[in-house]
């Protein structure tokens, strides 16, 4: 591997050699371009700016792989190769090729990775490396606007078929990493591509972070249904402008009037990243957990029981109780389903709730981004119970690092 620092020289004109004219052509060719042509755009803009070719690669739904958009490359593993080091680490890496090198750029949404872009080109300096990573963040902001709308996209980074209750779910998800400045959430969910009740969502609106986790009742194409009209009616009531106790109402009116015999569980927060004050509500589900110095904080965010979604009117009081604490600079807090502790073994041993701290404790101590540290620990999860869960499980960490981000 080749140190990526930028070289203190610059071979004189080769600012010159870029042909701004055929740049903008291409730039506002873009804006146009089908899914599908942005292999060929991406080779084109790499030679405009003086490189020679740039390959996309995106990663795979349960990111073991990363998958090229040309069809006629192969994958390269996440864990494995260069490329994955790049995408893990958020970070270029840089290799010897035959015909010179290869720059591996990560493409990155705000928070969120998508995977990796492959520059070649004779020899590196700075200038090159500077052009590289324009490169990265043009076409990270160009296959995010197309993948809205593009099952091209959608199905080239599957690598199974989908059931239907996992495309409808997986329909209403939002991106799986989300953040600001201050403030980043991520989640993952598994089984990838047979999810039937579980989901999760977050969102910033200016300086607040909005987050969700829900697991409804069964595991087939009505569960589906209950969390996609859940999370429909939280978010309408969240870009309406309700507080948090307004969008659980609204989440437990939806559900008695359109699917009344059927009910889910969840967890709902808000954080104010500005303040770090925190305020949740827990509707039947599992606690959310805060780790705090690389330990748990042992039922700092347990709440008294309440109804789940859906049966506040039948069993419990209408208005919902919203519990409030004030979180400090580096705090990390972790909703999830118990799918995740309950995954067993071959011998029946449950991967189990002091497993699951303590992987995320360690790995985040060892500097691994909130992403990388979920994807480690849903894939741990699967090799627990040898990639055959029984129950769906979702996992959502947030953090709050005002001085960090």
């Known amino acids: 591997m080749i140190p990526v620092a930028d070289p203190p020289h610059t071979p ?21 371009a089908l899914p599908f042509e942005l292999p060929d755009l991406a080779n084109r803009c790499a030679s405009a700016l003086g490189l020679d070719t740039a390959l996309i690669y995106l990663a795979d739904l349960q990111q073991r792989l990363l998958i090229p958009l040309a069809e006629e490359s192969e994958p390269l593993p996440v864990d494995r190769s260069l490329a994955g080091w790049a995408y893990r680490t958020v970070s270029p890496r840089v290799a010897a090729a035959d015909d010179g090198v290869i720059v591996w ?71 799986a990493t989300v953040g600001s400045s201050k403030c980043v959430s991520t989640a993952v969910l598994e089984p990838a591509y047979d999810i039937a009740g579980d989901a999760f969502d977050h969102s910033v609106v200016k300086n607040v972070l909005h987050t969700m986790i829900l697991d409804s009742m069964g595991h087939d194409l009505a569960s589906g249904l209950t969390t996609s009209v859940a999370m429909a009616a939280a978010r309408n009531a969240r870009r309406g402008g309700g507080g948090l106790a307004d969008v659980v109402g609204s989440v437990d009116q939806a559900l008695t009037q359109w699917l009344p015999d059927h009910f ?12 770090g004050v925190l305020h949740w509500v827990n509707c039947g589900h599992p606690p959310p957990l805060l780790i705090r110095g690389e330990r748990v904080l042992e039922g700092a965010l347990d709440s008294p029981p309440q109804p789940p979604i859906g049966l506040a009117g039948q069993l419990g009081p209408v208005a919902r109780q919203v519990h409030e604490t004030t979180l400090e600079p580096g705090d990390c807090v972790l ?34 981004r909130p992403a990388e540290v979920l994807r480690l620990l849903i894939h741990a999860i699967l090799d627990h119970q040898r990639s055959q869960l029984r129950d769906d499980a979702t996992i959502l960490l947030f953090e709050w690092r005002p001085q960090r981000w």
């Open 335 to 368: 909703l999830y389903t118990d799918g995740v502790v309950e995954a067993r073994d071959a011998d029946g041993a449950e991967f189990g709730l002091d497993r699951f701290t303590d992987f995320i404790i360690r790995s985040s101590a060892t500097g691994q």
């Open 264 to 275: 889910s569980t969840g967890v709902l927060c808000r954080l104010d990243a500005d303040t």
């Open 105 to 175: 750029m990560p493409l990155v949404d705000g928070a969120e990775r998508l995977g990796v872009l492959a520059v070649r080109c004779a020899s590196l300096d700075g200038v090159r490396m500077r052009r590289s990573r324009m490169l990265a963040h043009l076409f990270a902001m160009l296959i995010t606007s197309k993948r809205a709308y593009s099952d091209w996209l959608a199905a080239r980074t599957r690598t199974a078929t989908m059931r239907l209750p996992a495309e409808m779910l997986r329909a209403f998800l939002p991106p």
């Open 12 to 32: 004189a004109g080769l600012d010159a050699a870029v042909d701004e004219n055929r740049l903008e052509e291409l730039i506002i060719e873009a804006q146009t």
